[in-house]
């Protein structure tokens, strides 16, 4: 149902020592729709992120997960409520060297004490095309197959929500396509929801919807994205963000 939010933050604020990450920041991200996030270096855009995907805790506001208020869960309870509903993937991988590609796929399910659904695991690997690639290790793979790896290891659990953090940020273009091809089909063909932060407006465009924050708050979004258009946009963004930057310093 594209109208029912998988992922929804109501005036979310969260502030570090000496840095306001977020200014009380709503938004909805509707289940079976893929949403990039995009915004100036320390614009809050990770940290958006991490909150939503309960990686983080908000200072103040709410934040639902598959309709669940995650912001006041404490362990093992919030992680728990992550497994059950999401999937990460990171631009550093998070893969463990010592397992082979068959063990990093199925090990969160196995830390969730969810027996795994080695079928199902199996097709994810071949989605991603890495059949035959079972007992390699990571050491032994591309930066785009450790990528993938990372991709079929989050699909396997089945996530309503997959929350992807620069995931092309450490590859080539091409392997960055076929990881956002990938990610694209978790949505089109799965009908999960995709998360994802990025600094590349080629990535961004692969996505149904953008939104842009600066200075810890959602300043503009568009929908159907073609990358000139996120470019130009972003481009204005950051001009405004160092606009406001200036007139603060200059106070």
């Not at 032994?140 to 396997?156: C, E, F, I, N, P």
């Not at 089945?158 to 992807?164: L, N």
């Amino acid at each position: 149902m594209p109208n029912t939010p998988a992922v929804e933050l109501i005036d979310v604020t969260r502030s570090y020592p000496g840095v306001r990450a977020l200014a009380g920041v709503s938004a909805v991200f509707p289940a079976g729709t893929f949403t990039a996030v995009m915004g100036p270096s320390g614009s809050g855009k990770s940290t958006l992120l991490h909150c939503a995907a309960g990686l983080d805790r908000p200072d103040t506001g709410r934040v639902l997960l598959a309709g669940r208020d995650i912001a006041g869960l404490r362990e093992p309870k919030l992680t728990e409520a992550r497994r059950r509903v999401a999937g990460f993937v990171f631009q550093s991988y998070n893969l463990l060297d010592s397992l082979s590609v068959w063990h990093n796929v199925l090990l969160p399910q196995r830390l969730a004490g969810v027996r795994p659904d080695r079928a199902w695991a199996r097709e994810v690997l071949t989605r991603v095309g890495l059949a035959g690639r079972e007992h390699a290790r990571p050491a032994q793979l591309s930066g785009g197959q450790r990528q993938r790896v990372a991709l079929a290891r989050a699909l396997a659990a089945r996530p309503e929500v997959i929350f992807a953090d620069e995931p092309t940020g450490a590859l080539d273009l091409a392997a960055g396509r076929e990881v956002l091809g990938l990610l694209r089909e978790a949505v089109d063909d799965l009908g999960a929801t995709v998360v994802m932060v990025t600094h590349d407006p080629a990535a961004a465009g692969h996505a149904d919807r953008v939104v842009f924050l600066a200075d810890g708050r959602i300043v503009t979004e568009m929908t159907r994205p073609a990358a000139e258009a996120v470019a130009a946009r972003m481009t204005a963004v950051s001009a405004h963000a160092g606009s406001a930057a200036a007139g603060v310093d200059a106070r």
